[in-house]
Each structure stands twice: as C-alpha cells, then as structure tokens.
C-alpha cells in the first residue's frame, strides 16, 4: 500500500501530545499536577491569611505559573521549531508499506525501514505514529488515508509490530 501526504505543523504538535501521553501515569499527572498545585496554594493562604505568607507564596507562585506555561505551551514551541527547521518535513512524501518494512520518500531523499526496527505503533484521532524509540516517531497523517487503507494499515502493523496503543 502507498500513500502520498504532506505534514503540517499541527501533525507535529499532535504527536508531541501523544508521545507524552502514551502512558496513564504521565498523562493524568500531567492533567492533575496544576489543579494539585492550585489547592495547595488556596489552603495555605485561606488556613493562615498572615500578610507575610502572600510575600513567602509570591515565588512558589511565580514557579507555578512559569511551569503552567512551559508545559502547556512548549510543545507548541518544539514543533514548530521541529517543522520549520526540517526542511526534509515540508513538502510532499510518500510511504509504501509492504511485508519487508516501510519505505520512505521525501524531497531530498528517502529510506527503507524493516519491520524490526519499530518497537511500538500509536493511533491518535488524526495520526498514526510508528516508534523506533521511546520518544522518535514518524508520523503519517490520517487525512491521507481513505477507511480501506486505514483498515489495511492497522492489520498490517498490528501482524509486524504488534498491537497498537490508543492515545
């Protein structure tokens, strides 16, 4: 099966989303570590309103609020640094996905890949991602593939790969 796609810079950023949570513990600790460090915060001031606790508190909060933007909002910066530096990621490419591995054009080049150097597969609402490393995925984008193909592609990958994970 082949297909032909063209990344963008949100398929970029979904992916970043996906790797960091594939797995429960990081994505709900994630998603709760804000609301943990807010409740905290209001107990302190609300349990002891001495003036001097707001100036003690000033720091921890500033803390907070930088690591509130650095988590929600570093992912959008890392891919769009990914996107447009990689001038191998802009512009049309091509995969075809065979029974030896996936081979690879791009402008500028291409690979082939065996099926053993992937350790996992990922489906998201809008990607698939194939991992050769914890962190290092290629993407292929949903939108590039009709419901037959993307029926074919799960079969294929979960026979070579083995079962895909959800995020």
């Keep these: 099966m082949q297909i032909t796609y063209a990344l963008s810079q949100r398929d970029f950023f979904e992916s970043l989303i996906a790797i960091r949570n594939r797995k429960k513990w990081g994505k709900w600790?994630?998603?709760l570590s804000l609301p943990a460090m807010g409740?905290?915060?209001l107990y302190l001031l609300f349990t002891s309103p001495r003036p001097e606790l707001v100036s003690n508190l000033a720091p921890f909060l500033f803390l907070v609020m930088l690591w509130t933007f650095m988590v929600w909002c570093?992912?959008?910066?890392?891919?769009?640094?990914?996107?447009?530096?990689?001038?191998?990621?802009?512009?049309?490419r091509s995969a075809l996905f065979d029974s030896d591995g996936v081979k690879w054009q791009w402008d500028g080049?291409?690979?082939?890949?065996?099926?053993?150097?992937?350790?996992?597969?990922?489906?998201?609402?809008?990607?698939?991602?194939?991992c050769s490393?914890?962190?290092?995925?290629?993407?292929?984008?949903k939108r590039a593939l009709n419901a037959e193909q993307l029926s074919e592609l799960r079969t294929l990958l979960t026979q070579k790969i083995g079962s895909g994970l959800r995020v």
């Design 109 to 130: 080049g291409s690979s082939a890949v065996e099926w053993k150097t992937y350790t996992r597969w990922m489906e998201t609402k809008k990607l698939i991602l194939l």
């Design 74 to 92: 570093s992912p959008w910066f890392s891919a769009r640094v990914q996107f447009v530096k990689q001038p191998s990621a802009q512009g049309p």
């Design 39 to 41: 409740l905290s915060t």
């Design 29 to 31: 600790g994630f998603r």
């Design 133 to 141: 490393s914890p962190i290092h995925c290629t993407i292929v984008p």
